[in-house]
């Protein structure tokens, strides 16, 4: 079998971890671009690619890639993701899809059509023990789902010298903290939960109004949320760039009937299971824990695994449906997330702005 050829479009903090992940699963790293032709030849050299392009768009289209990897900021994802899809190639585009809601919907519908293999990497679903909690929320074993609720807090944009492309609307999106680390909260207690966000009620900060390259700025760093699931449910959510010390700490609570099961992706190798008369910490054993868990656990329990594990475990299981494409087509029901996924997110995200704009609840489709 001939190794697939991939390329990566944006070589900054993702665009790296995308680059090893590939490796892992086999692939060969073609071609890179970045920002200018020099900084691509660059990142050529420091990533391991065969050779760089000057221009993004030259690599979506070349015909010796089979697989484009969008890792640039926001505002170049829906440009490339087209390029790339027109010119036959599968794609993994990072999160947000687009700083647009009906751009995302658009590009959803074109991947689907295309019948091409479109992913998203909402990458903490590939925790072996966000696996686990799925399974036995899902499964019933902590009974009736009643509350949803966590966090997700970081810190790195806290200061008031702080900065970032993301800051500003025009490249990142209207929505900064949500749409970037607040998407992935959501879709990972969905998924876990099978319940879905129905309506919500949002209020956004923005801490630091003022930032040396951004100067006035429009996106807000703190949400605030309380939501409705479509089950019954209730939850809330507190999404923050600005809270010191919080580096990424991606954290839910899950309250059925029965039990509790929390999980917290800065100690991602336990889960908490809450009950009124014994609280235990299971621990990633793949041994003891559900198939999924077990799939997504390559070292027995007491050998930790981490962030760059849960990516190469969702690039392993996009290229395996790469693979399979010309047989099967694109699956109906992937292990990985798809544009759908993120379609759904930029539906949350846009519903988190209207509610803090309108101060009111906002039903999300
Ligand atoms: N899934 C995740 O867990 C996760 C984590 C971090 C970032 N992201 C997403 O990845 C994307 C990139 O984020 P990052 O943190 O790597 O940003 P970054 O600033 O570290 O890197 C951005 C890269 O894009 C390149 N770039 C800029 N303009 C370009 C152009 N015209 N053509 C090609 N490349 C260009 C820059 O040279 C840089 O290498 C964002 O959409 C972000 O939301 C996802």
Redesign the pocket.
């Known amino acids: 079998m001939q190794p697939l050829r991939i390329a990566i479009?944006?070589?900054?903090?993702?665009?790296a971890?995308h680059a090893d992940a590939a490796r892992r699963a086999g692939a060969r790293v073609v071609g890179v671009?970045?920002?200018?032709p020099e900084?691509?030849k660059a990142?050529a050299v420091r990533l391991g690619a065969e050779r760089s392009f000057d221009?993004?768009d030259e690599l979506a289209a070349a015909p010796d890639v089979d697989v484009v990897h969008v890792?640039?900021?926001?505002a170049?994802?829906g440009p490339l993701v087209r390029r790339a899809l027109a010119a036959g190639k599968h794609v993994v585009c990072?999160?947000?899809l687009s700083t647009e809601l009906s751009d995302a919907l658009e590009l959803a519908d074109l991947a689907r059509e295309s019948g091409l293999v479109n992913a998203v990497?909402?990458?903490y679903r590939y925790h072996a023990m966000a696996a686990e909690a799925r399974h036995r929320v899902r499964g019933g074993a902590i009974g009736d789902v009643r509350l949803l609720h966590g966090h997700y807090l970081q810190d790195w944009l806290s200061g008031r010298a702080d900065d970032?492309?993301?800051v500003d609307a025009a490249v990142g999106g209207a929505s900064r903290a949500f749409a970037?680390i607040g998407s992935?909260w959501c879709d990972l207690v969905e998924w876990v939960s099978g319940h879905r966000i129905a309506a919500l009620t949002a209020v956004v900060q923005t801490a630091v109004p003022e930032r040396p390259a951004s100067g006035s700025v429009s996106t807000e760093d703190v949400v605030h949320v309380l939501l409705r699931t479509d089950r019954g449910a209730t939850g809330s959510l507190v999404v923050s760039q600005v809270s010191p010390g919080r580096k990424n700490r991606l954290w839910f609570e899950i309250d059925g009937a029965e039990h509790s099961v929390v999980f917290d992706q800065e100690n991602p190798e336990s889960l908490l299971l809450g009950g009124r008369t014994r609280t235990e910490t299971v621990v990633r054993d793949p041994g003891t824990l559900s198939a999924e868990a077990a799939r997504l656990s390559p070292v027995p329990a007491g050998h930790p695994l981490g962030y760059r594990d849960c990516f190469a475990a969702f690039v392993a299981d996009v290229y395996e449906a790469v693979r399979r494409h010309p047989t099967d087509g694109a699956p109906d029901r992937p292990l990985h997330p798809t544009f759908a996924d993120a379609a759904r997110t930029a539906r949350i995200t846009d519903a988190v702005l209207r509610s803090a704009h309108s101060r009111s609840w906002i039903e999300v489709r």
Do not use: Q
């Open positions: 479009a944006g070589t900054g903090m993702i665009g971890v671009a970045a920002s200018t900084r691509a990142a221009h993004a890792c640039t900021p926001n170049l994802h990072e999160k947000p990497p909402f990458v970032n492309w993301r970037d992935h």
